[in-house]
């Protein structure tokens, strides 16, 4: 470790590995840290992503693909299910990562470029000069150093604090936390190329329920409610043991995972003085879906672009870093967060008989893209009545 | 005060997240509380294992 870097990244998830990987392949020199022992476990995630998504910024590699999915089912509080088919049957439209394997893959294409990487070593203070953040305090084993860089990407998580500490409120609303938990489950009978997701109050309030397929007889099962709706006696895990013990009796459980998913607004500044703000740390998690390793990536790549002008402009103020703000809210990616926040605000105040009433209104769809855009428009054009309901999406759709 | 039940926390860091005071971090496994902490319990709501308790002070 060097005591200066043109690029300090703080967080060693999709964010912060592929800011790093861009960044040092532009030629900077870069520290990419990450406070845990090691990368990409425990996954705090439902591993799921669309197959273009994916493709954007890694090439697809069997490694750390658990599964490749065909179709996605709705199940609706009664029961009743809608199926969601690619126009061509039988194609591939996502997969479900192994995010322990995909995480170090990503880390490792970073360190390939040339960045430096800290496993267990946390960024415990910012670096302050004339109020603009220059580099962090780090901790490593007992030993502190510190670490003086030009841009610092704060892509540090849910849980993040490192923005924080450099003056922006990241506080999440209480009732827009998806308060988590998931099991790995084998031995249990589940169609293995298909994401199904049930919905209702008493399954899963203002959140849903998952079963993502992970290979033969396994999937990812787990379920996020708001965090309104959580306490003593009814969190995340008592929805889904009850869920798990009438659906997969005789199933075993290999793994248990908790976690926290942001369905807020981003913030509304993910800028400022020497400090860049990327992934779930800028709450840029899709809210409708709870999705997340695109957006992250996404961001943290374009956290590095900007991040590379900036230094190599001499200028790394919040104004120089703005681009990054501004691109990613008028991105492809920003639009859908926009206006899946509609949508999210929309089907949470719904009742189990209204969510019944929109899923029976097609046994099967065929989508042409596997987007919410797209279902959102189909479900539409079965209920006209949500085009009214949902007037407020009608420029975004 | 805030009582952090380590044999129950899956060290998620839900928590942190919603903590309106910053009083909450999560060192890798290890969650720590600080003295901002007003005990509202926001926290001990979301945790999705029930982890996190807010007892009363005994007043000596």
New interface residues.
């Given amino acids: 470790m060097k005591s200066r870097y043109d690029l300090l990244v703080i967080g060693g998830g999709p964010a912060g590995a592929i800011a790093a990987r861009t960044a040092a392949k532009a030629g900077h020199s870069v520290l990419l840290v990450e406070k845990r022992p090691a990368i990409g476990a425990p996954v705090r995630c439902a591993e799921g992503i669309g197959k273009e998504a994916l493709a954007e910024f890694v090439e697809p590699d069997e490694r750390w693909i658990s599964a490749e999915l065909k179709r996605a089912e709705i199940v609706a509080p009664d029961g009743a299910s809608m199926l969601l088919e690619a126009d061509l049957a039988g194609s591939k439209v996502g997969y479900i990562l192994d995010r322990k394997v995909f995480d170090r893959e990503l880390v490792w294409q970073a360190a390939g470029a040339g960045a430096e990487v800290m496993v267990k070593t946390r960024a415990s203070a910012p670096l302050m000069e004339q109020g603009a953040v220059r580099g962090a305090v780090l901790e490593t084993c007992g030993e502190q150093k510190k670490v003086h860089a030009d841009i610092t990407i704060a892509a540090d998580g849910v849980e993040s604090k490192f923005s924080r500490w450099c003056g922006v409120d990241t506080t999440v609303p209480v009732r827009e936390i998806m308060s988590s938990c998931q099991y790995l489950m084998t031995d249990i009978d589940i169609d293995e190329t298909c994401t199904t997701f049930f919905l209702g109050n008493k399954v899963a309030p203002e959140g849903y329920l998952w079963i993502f397929p992970k290979g033969r007889r396994t999937a990812n099962v787990g379920i996020g409610i708001s965090g309104k709706k959580s306490g003593a006696g009814h969190r995340a895990k008592d929805y889904l043991d009850r869920f798990v013990k009438t659906r997969f009796p005789e199933g075993k459980t290999i793994e248990c995972i908790v976690g926290g998913v942001s369905v807020c607004r981003p913030l509304e500044r993910t800028v400022a003085d020497g400090l860049i703000i990327a992934g779930d740390a800028g709450r840029v998690v899709d809210p409708l879906t709870g999705g997340g390793i695109y957006n992250a990536m996404y961001t943290g790549n374009l956290a590095a672009e900007v991040a590379s002008k900036a230094i190599g402009d001499g200028t790394l103020d919040a104004a120089a870093l703005m681009p990054y703000d501004k691109g990613w809210r008028a991105s492809t990616m920003g639009k859908a967060i926009e206006r899946n926040y509609h949508i999210k605000e929309y089907l949470i105040k719904q009742p189990d008989e209204k969510l019944n009433a929109i899923i029976h209104s097609a046994k099967c769809l065929d989508m042409k893209d596997f987007s919410t855009l797209t279902l959102v428009k189909e479900l539409m054009k079965r209920n006209p009545k949500l085009v009214a309901e949902l007037a407020v999406l009608k420029a975004s759709l | 005060m805030l009582e952090i039940h380590r044999d129950v926390c ?11 005071e ?1 009083a909450l ?4 496994a290890y969650l720590e509380v600080d003295d901002h902490c007003t005990s509202c319990g ?1 926290c001990a ?6 982890a996190l308790e807010v007892k009363d002070e005994v007043k000596v």
């Fill in positions: 899956g060290y998620c860091g839900c928590c942190v997240s919603v903590c309106p910053g971090e999560l060192i890798d926001i709501k979301v945790c999705p294992l029930g």
